[in-house]
């Protein structure tokens, strides 16, 4: 897997999400914004050596706009955050929602995900015990850790822990992937015929278009360091 990792931050109205990608970004807090449509960052940043590009998109937690985006930024992201408040229960309850909602998208039974219980700096308002965000991370097959946005804590810390993790999955998978039976390999080697010079110069000939199309058409993403 390349170094560029698509991270997406999901949760309910009202929970901090932007406060915890802004955080990360800028290294700021910001108390008061418009709800959130879609607001996509770029990041570089050196993890355990490895110099890594991160793509983040932090979307609506409103449900009136959630079907501007809908499945679309679940089924291309490597890792997501799930955050809730620890000062609402109802917004915990959400990120079940959210869990089903990503790994219906990706078709998968299990993904890169952290679970993030925001607003730990509030502790006289908490509604959700850190003991019920641990039981839910581990029986989601998640990370977790509760944030607090203004206070600027296990902010960096989460977002790193989930490329780790996206990392780990995606070595996992392919310790996992079946090798190319031997048998198999030959075989194939056998049926295969064996190229003409003329063949040979036509795939040269080829190849040298499809490097030359690919070399006027090809973009590069920008990515804009904060």
Request: aromatic share 8%; with cysteine.
């Amino acid at each position: 897997m390349s170094n560029k990792y698509s991270l997406v931050v999901v949760g309910s109205g009202g929970v901090g999400k932007s406060a915890v990608t802004l955080n990360f970004m800028r290294g700021q807090f910001v108390e008061e914004y418009d709800p959130t449509i879609e607001d996509s960052y770029c990041k570089q940043v050196n993890l355990d050596g490895v110099d890594c590009t991160l793509d983040i998109t932090d979307t609506a937690g409103q449900e009136e706009y959630r079907g501007l985006w809908g499945d679309k930024f679940m089924r291309s992201g490597d890792g997501f955050l799930c955050v809730y408040s620890i000062t609402s229960k109802s917004s915990f309850e959400e990120v079940e929602v959210f869990r089903d909602q990503i790994l219906r998208a990706k078709d998968v039974d299990t993904c890169p995900m952290i679970i993030l219980g925001n607003k730990r700096d509030l502790e006289d308002y908490r509604e959700v015990d850190t003991a019920l965000g641990e039981e839910f991370a581990r029986n989601s097959d998640a990370l977790f850790l509760e944030t607090s946005a203004k206070e600027g804590y296990n902010i960096e810390e989460a977002f790193f822990s989930i490329v780790r993790h996206i990392r780990d999955h995606y070595r996992n998978v392919e310790d996992e992937a079946p090798a190319a039976a031997p048998e198999a390999a030959d075989a194939a080697a056998v049926a295969a015929p064996a190229a003409t010079p003329a063949d040979a110069g036509a795939s040269t000939a080829d190849a040298g278009k499809s490097k030359s199309s690919k070399s006027a058409g090809g973009k590069k993403s920008k990515c804009v360091l904060l």
